[in-house]
């Protein structure tokens, strides 16, 4: 029980680091925070397997996470080509970003920052310590409403950054309030998602795939849709 709850302690710290901290330190935080959270776990004597990190699981991992990259270009080409769901990819704060931002953002900054934390610490290491302590169920409730607390402090500025959400919840105290609420219940669903996926494939390929997809291709959409809206 020590050890999860150090592992807690180290996850909220670098909560806090990671909104705070310049954007430069984004990715070395995320990298060394994933690296104790596996050391905390390996410790208290989780397996590879348990962490979905097991080689016996990687081939199966990667099957899963080639058909769900391939749904995620499906849905947001279906999505961008409507033009009652496009409003939803005009996101400010991907349509300032640079060229060279983009790239970053998308190969760098994603996949080894968001993705690579993210998936270690709440599909792999916690939920697996509290999976083996309480069972899948469990772990897969706390680790899902722990990873939608997670993102209280991100989603404060959507009103102001997405046209979607600004005209659904407004730009008030109130509107901040319900898009904050709205995002920490929608990322907490992703969440039990993702454990699933953990889950039946054994391995954590599958929810990194999806996890990077949907935000690496989600970025480059609405750096593109907001350059041609400005344009």
């Known amino acids: 029980m020590r050890m999860l709850i150090l592992a807690v302690v180290v996850l909220a710290a670098a909560n806090v680091l990671v909104n705070r901290l310049g954007p430069g330190l984004y990715v070395p935080v995320c990298v060394v925070t994933a690296a104790v959270l596996?050391?905390?776990?390996?410790?208290?004597?989780?397996?590879?397997?348990?962490l979905g990190l097991g080689r016996s699981s990687a081939r199966r991992g990667l099957r899963?996470?080639?058909?769900?990259?391939?749904?995620?270009?499906?849905?947001?080409?279906?999505?961008?080509?409507?033009?009652?769901?496009?409003?939803?990819?005009?996101?400010?704060?991907?349509a300032e970003l640079s060229a060279g931002q983009l790239v970053y953002r998308v190969l760098v900054r994603v996949p080894f920052g968001t993705v690579l934390l993210e998936e270690i610490a709440f599909r792999g290491v916690l939920w697996a310590?509290?999976?083996?302590?309480?069972?899948?169920a469990w772990a897969t409730a706390v680790s899902s409403a722990m990873f939608g607390l997670w993102h209280i402090?991100?989603?404060?500025?959507?009103?102001?950054?997405?046209?979607?959400?600004?005209?659904?919840?407004g730009t008030g105290t109130t509107g901040v309030a319900l898009s904050v609420t709205?995002?920490?219940?929608?990322?907490?669903?992703?969440?039990?998602?993702?454990?699933?996926?953990?889950?039946?494939?054994?391995?954590?390929?599958?929810?990194?795939?999806?996890?990077?997809?949907?935000?690496?291709?989600?970025?480059?959409?609405?750096?593109?849709?907001?350059?041609?809206?400005?344009?």
């Open 38 to 50: 596996v050391l905390i776990a390996r410790r208290s004597g989780i397996t590879w397997e348990e």
């Open 153 to 169: 402090q991100p989603s404060r500025g959507l009103t102001g950054s997405n046209a979607a959400v600004e005209t659904l919840f």
């Open 182 to 231: 709205a995002a920490v219940l929608g990322t907490a669903l992703a969440g039990v998602v993702f454990c699933e996926l953990r889950r039946r494939s054994g391995s954590l390929i599958p929810p990194m795939a999806l996890h990077c997809a949907l935000n690496s291709v989600g970025y480059a959409l609405a750096w593109a849709v907001g350059r041609s809206w400005g344009s």
């Open 64 to 94: 899963w996470g080639l058909v769900l990259v391939g749904a995620v270009l499906l849905v947001y080409a279906v999505g961008l080509a409507l033009p009652l769901t496009r409003e939803a990819f005009h996101d400010e704060r991907a």
């Open 129 to 136: 310590m509290m999976r083996r302590r309480w069972g899948a």
